[in-house]
């Protein structure tokens, strides 16, 4: 109470201070009245109270409005003295924006990934996400997952008690709004009815759908609309309640549409949301309903935690619920070590390991902030130099009376305003920087909002003026130590011993941490060379597939599109600058089949996890898409339609686990059954990837003619072998599907693109960390050279009397690069040492190089020397050319 | 531009920090307003206390941010406008730390003094 008394008291002061200033005047004046009275003289009055004038300025500094004002006037000054010298504002302004700048894009992709909460949900942290460890992967490794099927959900329900408090959904990023392929693509979401409620999301206008309306078997074909897709695509209409949206060939008339603040739980936002109901099962799907398939398992779960209700409890009952469950839906595979880990809603702060994206994208900030160290060393050492030629003013300061403190405050007050304007430019640079970060990490996801919101904005300046004082504090505790006398007397050019060896320190500290960025610029460098170098067992950068998909119940039939397809292909094969054109069933390591088989003593049955998977080729597939035949040869025959010959071709893999220590050609192999007829293994081919291009075992394959034995009865996809660059064969192809079935919609892909996920952890640590190296390269190099050419202004009169004594220009020159390179040399050493013990931070993230690898390190170092010795140059040079005359008459 | 000397009792010839607590213990014996704080400080002394009467101001508002005493404008005897200042309860806790610290500063001294006579 008597603390808010005073508080009280305090904005009183603050807030009327004109009041607070009367008041004590008229006080005072009281006092004096009475004083006299008493006394019987005024001035006898005058003289017992002192002076009346100090004491009310003793008062007024007291209150708050006083610090305030002293605030005002020390960044008024600031100002004036930031005016005064353009130049050096531009530098440290350019130095800190480019540190902030670093940082406050970094934040705004972080923040988007793993901070912000989306928006338009109520209490976000008290919903989870379920997920599920399993333990039944290919190769033994526990791996997390949000799948579940409908089965599993009906579980989780009920270990969570209150089915109200849960909701169930799909989320499809590619839905076409027609029935056509070549529709548009829209984001859709199959969710359960109590999705809406669950989450607290509102609508702008009509309502959400209800239990009643997503009931299988009975479900209603109605949509709520997300805000933006209103905008999109009616207009902004506000009677769009009642119209239809086509999704995937259903018609859904529009129910609702939800706040504009709501768009989803995930990154990428939806358009439209259905009811679970209406999802169409796929043709593998088998019974009357999906609800009851554990093969779909394509949902994610929400859940809200209530009060009473634990996370380690529910937890522990779903676990065991889905244990049961597994034992008696997949009696032979049950995957009984699983368990059920409730995450936030924020997907990627879940148990999960983060892809090799996202985990680049978390060590951004650790970069960013060395970036901002070393843009922080720049500016202190700019600020000493400054200071050094400033003694002189401060000096005068303090002999006229300024406190030291308040010296101190006044040239931290200066740095602040610096940082504070360099945060302007910064956001900028951010807002770019942002966007091209959030395109580089997440090419899939199409953003909406800007980069930079509010809270970047916060956390620019914030970090601002973290930056402005742990800049301004260093150089301001330097200016108020010298002595009065002493720098009144000398002249502002001898500096500090001690402050020159603190502003080579710095220098040291950049260079250091500028190695450590370039140690990891080529660490990743390197680590995306060799990972590009893998042989897959595909030439993949020769290599188009492409294929024609049908709007639903517009497809040929499988003859006429097996025999159009061939057609196709074997018009392409005549044109110039392609090699050859083989079929397959689907594109290489973009999908998978299996197919029971048996042989003489084994069976695909005693292949725990990793199945062999069939792909139905042609003859000449080998060969266009360069697979190496290891042993006997390709199959016989032409795919003409023919009836396709019984032989097979294994890979290596599969003939060594088969017939070890066999000959695996002329081996049967029996598919479906054991009875079914022999089909041969005439040739075994090289291992190729199938999951990714860092597979660490090899997957079990094998080939069998087009139209053999596979479930799918036509080969559906083209590949073309190319001389040249692929458009010309991309172009012709697409040309030669529309024109055969003009119904369907081409699509073709290079391989080159299909991989380009898989480099891509690679590609972006080399592009950041060498984008953030060179930025940071470029400081340091201004570092080194502003530390050199100021000693060498501050040596003139010494250069004046050693070249007037017959000094050697060479050594000179040699001097003055030599103490560039020192400094460096110093750096490299403790940059070296930083980069051992960060290593480990992204040691993960590389591949097939160390990360204490010697000959990168060493590359780092031997190119800042060499920045060094540029730095150190051009005062060098200058060193040399001093005229003794003029310097020694200058003194 | 002033010099900013926090010490708490400018020009005084106290001790540093006892003006602030000769005012709460004159305070804690009633409302007063700043001439009769001064007065009362003054007389009790026998004017030993003799200090520049200003430097009771800023002591005032020091101890009014702190919450230790508040402040309302009120009529004297006479019908003058004067501000009369009364101490909180946190002041009068405040008042009792200060006391003993003090004690305790004099007995140490004192303990002090007395060993030296007697060497």
Not at chain 2, 63 to 71: E, P, T
Request: charged residues 20%.
């Amino acid at each position: 109470m008597s603390r808010l008394l005073g508080l009280r008291h305090r904005l009183r002061a603050l807030l009327f201070p004109r009041a607070h200033a009367r008041d004590v005047a008229e006080e005072m004046r009281f006092h004096m009245e009475l004083d006299a009275m008493h006394q019987g003289d005024a001035k006898e009055a005058a003289l017992h109270f002192g002076n009346r004038t100090y004491y009310q300025e003793e008062v007024r500094r007291m209150t708050w409005y006083g610090a305030f004002d002293a605030a005002r006037q020390d960044a008024r000054f600031a100002w004036r003295s930031i005016l005064r010298n353009p130049g050096f504002t531009a530098m440290v302004v350019l130095t800190l924006a480019l540190g902030i700048g670093v940082n406050a894009a970094s934040f705004a992709v972080l923040d988007l990934l793993f901070l912000r909460n989306p928006g338009g949900v109520e209490q976000p942290e008290t919903l989870r996400r379920v997920h599920i460890e399993h333990f039944n992967s290919g190769d033994g490794i526990p791996f997390f997952s949000q799948a579940l099927n409908h089965p599993m959900y009906r579980e989780l329900v009920a270990a969570v008690g209150d089915s109200t408090k849960t909701a169930l959904f799909t989320a499809d990023n590619a839905l076409r709004m027609g029935r056509h392929p070549r529709d548009p693509r829209i984001r859709g979401v199959y969710a359960s009815a109590n999705y809406f409620p669950l989450l607290g999301a509102r609508t702008s206008l009509g309502r959400t759908y209800t239990n009643d309306e997503d009931r299988l078997g009975s479900g209603v074909a109605v949509a709520v609309i997300s805000d933006r897709f209103r905008q999109s695509h009616f207009g902004g209409d506000s009677s769009v309640i009642g119209q239809t949206v086509n999704v995937e060939g259903t018609s859904f008339r529009v129910i609702g549409v939800l706040d504009p603040a709501f768009g989803g739980i995930d990154l990428q936002s939806s358009d439209v949301w259905m009811p679970l109901a209406m999802i169409s099962a796929p043709s593998w799907v088998k019974g009357p309903w999906w609800n009851e398939s554990i093969n779909m398992t394509r949902f994610q779960m929400l859940y809200r935690l209530d009060d009473g209700m634990s996370d380690g409890l529910i937890a522990l009952r779903a676990t065991q619920r889905l244990r049961a469950l597994q034992r008696a839906s997949r009696p032979k595979r049950p995957d009984t070590l699983m368990n059920v880990i409730p995450g936030p809603l924020h997907e990627w702060r879940g148990p999960a390991k983060l892809g090799g994206d996202l985990l680049i994208a978390s060590r951004l900030s650790g970069v960013a902030l060395i970036v901002m160290l070393i843009a922080c060393a720049n500016v202190i050492n700019l600020l000493l130099a400054r200071a050094v030629r400033r003694r002189h003013e401060f000096s005068i300061r303090l002999a006229l009376g300024m406190s030291r403190s308040r010296l101190v405050r006044l040239l931290a007050t200066e740095t602040l305003l610096l940082a504070v304007i360099a945060a302007v430019p910064a956001l900028l640079a951010a807002s770019w920087g942002g966007s091209v970060l959030r395109a580089l990490l997440l090419p899939q996801v199409e953003f909406h909002e800007a980069a930079v919101g509010v809270r970047v904005v916060a956390f620019a300046f914030g970090i601002a003026v973290a930056a402005g004082l742990l800049a301004g504090i260093v150089p301001a505790l330097q200016s108020h130590r010298p002595d009065l006398a002493g720098a009144l007397k000398a002249s502002p050019r001898s500096g500090g011993a001690h402050r020159s060896r603190l502003r080579r320190g710095l220098v040291v500290t950049q260079a250091a941490l500028t190695l450590m960025l370039l140690t990891g610029s080529g660490l990743f460098v390197r680590s995306l060379r060799n990972v590009q170098s893998i042989d897959i067992g595909f030439d993949s950068n020769r290599l188009v597939f492409g294929t024609t998909r049908f709007a639903k119940g517009e497809a040929p039939p499988p003859a006429v599109f097996d025999a159009g397809m061939r057609d196709v292909g074997s018009r392409l094969e005549a044109r110039a600058g392609i090699e050859s054109v083989a079929r397959t069933s689907f594109e290489p390591m973009q999908g998978l089949m299996w197919l029971d088989f048996f042989t003489a003593r084994d069976s695909s049955g005693s292949f725990e996890h990793s199945t062999p998977t069939i792909s139905n080729v042609s003859p000449n597939f080998f060969a266009t898409v360069g697979m190496r035949l290891i042993r006997g040869q390709t199959f016989s025959g032409r795919d003409d339609g023919s009836s396709p010959p019984h032989e097979v071709v294994v890979n290596d893999a599969l003939a060594t686990r088969l017939w070890p220590g066999a000959e695996a050609i002329g081996q049967c192999m029996h598919f479906r059954t054991r009875e079914s007829p022999c089909h041969r293994v005439v040739g075994v081919v090289e291992n190729a990837r199938q999951n990714g291009v860092i597979e660490e075992i090899a997957a079990y394959q094998f080939y069998v003619p087009v139209g053999l034995a596979a479930q799918q009865p036509v080969s559906s996809t083209l590949v073309l072998r190319v001389a040249g660059p692929t458009d010309a064969a991309t172009t012709a192809m697409r040309a030669a599907l529309r024109e055969l079935f003009p119904a369907g919609e081409p699509t073709i892909h290079t391989m080159t693109e299909n991989l380009e996920p898989e480099y891509r952890p690679w590609r972006l640590g080399a592009t950041l960390f060498t984008a953030v190296g060179g930025l940071a390269l470029v400081v340091a190099l201004i570092g080194i050279y502003s530390t050199v050419s100021y000693g060498v202004a501050q040596r003139t009169h010494e250069f004046g009397v050693r070249i007037a004594l017959g000094a050697q220009l060479t050594d000179l020159v040699r001097q003055v690069i030599g103490e560039g390179v020192r400094m460096v040399v110093a750096g490299i050493v403790v940059g070296v040492l930083l980069a051992l013990a960060a290593g480990q931070l992204i040691a993960t993230l590389l591949y097939g190089v160390d990360a204490r690898d010697p000959v990168t390190m060493a590359s780092a170092a031997l190119l800042m020397l060499c920045v060094a010795v540029i730095a150190a140059i051009v005062p060098a040079w200058r060193a040399s050319r001093v005229d003794p005359v003029s310097a020694l008459r200058a003194e | 531009m002033s010099p900013s000397d926090s010490s708490p009792t400018p020009k005084s010839g106290l001790l540093p920090g006892t003006l602030d607590m000769l005012v709460l213990r004159t305070l804690s014996l009633g409302s007063l307003h700043g001439y009769a704080v001064a007065q009362h400080i003054e007389r009790s002394s026998d004017g030993a206390l003799r200090v520049e009467q200003g430097s009771l101001y800023p002591a005032l508002e020091r101890l009014q941010n702190g919450g230790l005493i508040s402040s309302k404008w009120g009529k004297t005897s006479t019908g003058r406008r004067a501000r009369f200042y009364t101490i909180t309860a946190r002041g009068e806790k405040q008042l009792g730390r200060e006391i003993s610290a003090f004690d305790n500063l004099l007995l140490a001294i004192s303990r002090v003094l007395g060993r030296a006579t007697e060497a």
